[in-house]
C-alpha cells in the first residue's frame, strides 16, 4: 500500500498524458481519493503552454471511465456478498472501502435508477463508488457507459476550468494556491450543475406528461 501511494505520489509530481490517465483510473476505482488534485494541477500546466487541453481533457475522461469499468465488471461477475466481504476486510478498509458507504452508493441508485450513475459523479462520496452498485443490479453497459461518461465528463470539465481560468486570471504560480481555490469553488459549482440537471429532468417529464394527456383526450 506504501509503494501505491508513493507511485500516486510520484505521478501526481509528474503530469503528463499518461500519469492523468493512470491517476484519474486509480481515481475511479481502487484507492478513492479525490480528482481535484489531478485535473486542476494538469489545467494548470495547459495555461502555462506545457500540455494541451484537449488532450488532458481526453485522457481524464478515458481514466475515469476506465477505472467506473473496472468497478463495474467486479461488482457485475462477483456479485453482491463478495463486494460488501472485501469491503470488510483488511485490504478494503485500506483502499478506503467500508460497507457503509457500499450501502449509501447503492441505496442511491436504488432511489433514482440508471440516471444516477450520471448525478451520483457530482457528489462528494458517491462520485468513485457508484458504479458498484450499477453493477451489482446488473445495469446494461450501453447506458451505464452513457451516464459515466456524461456525468464524468460534466464533473472533469469543471475542475479543469477552474485550474485553467484560476491560471489564467487570478496569476496562481503554485499548485497550493489552486487547490485552496480549486476546494473552495469546485464542489460549489458542482451542485450548480445538479441543480440545473434537476430541474431540465423535471421540465421534460413535464412537457412529456402533458403531451401524453393530449394524445389521451385525443386520441
Not at 1 to 14: D, F, K, Q, R, V
Not at 19 to 41: A, G, K, Q
Not at 45 to 59: D, I, P, R, S, T
Not at 135 to 157: C, D, E, N, Q, V
Request: contains cysteine.
Amino acid at each position: 500500500m506504501t509503494e501505491s501511494i508513493g507511485i500516486i505520489a510520484w505521478c501526481l509530481n509528474h503530469l503528463n498524458y499518461w500519469t492523468i490517465f493512470l491517476l484519474m483510473t486509480v481515481e475511479s476505482s481502487f484507492i478513492p481519493f479525490p480528482s481535484e488534485v489531478v485535473v486542476p494541477p494538469a489545467a494548470m500546466k495547459v495555461a502555462l503552454g506545457e500540455l494541451n487541453g484537449f488532450g488532458v481533457v481526453l485522457c481524464s475522461l478515458a481514466g475515469s471511465m476506465a477505472g467506473a469499468l473496472i468497478n463495474y465488471l467486479l461488482a457485475f461477475h462477483l456479485g453482491r456478498p463478495i463486494v460488501y466481504t472485501f469491503a470488510r476486510s483488511r485490504m478494503g478498509k485500506m483502499m478506503l472501502l467500508s460497507e457503509e458507504k457500499l450501502f449509501r452508493a447503492e441505496s442511491y441508485f436504488d432511489q433514482r435508477g440508471a440516471v444516477s450513475t450520471f448525478v451520483g459523479r457530482l457528489i462528494p462520496g458517491i462520485r468513485q463508488l457508484i458504479s458498484i452498485p450499477a453493477g451489482l443490479a446488473r445495469m446494461r453497459m450501453a447506458p451505464f457507459l452513457y451516464y459515466t461518461a456524461l456525468g464524468a465528463g460534466s464533473w472533469i470539465l469543471v475542475l479543469f476550468a477552474l485550474g485553467y481560468y484560476g491560471t489564467k486570471i487570478s496569476g496562481f504560480t503554485t499548485r497550493e494556491e489552486l487547490m485552496a481555490f480549486t476546494t473552495r469553488y469546485s464542489h460549489w459549482i458542482g451542485y450548480s450543475i445538479l441543480a440545473i440537471v434537476v430541474v431540465v429532468i423535471l421540465v421534460l417529464w413535464l412537457v412529456r406528461r402533458k403531451r401524453r394527456k393530449r394524445r389521451a383526450m385525443n386520441p
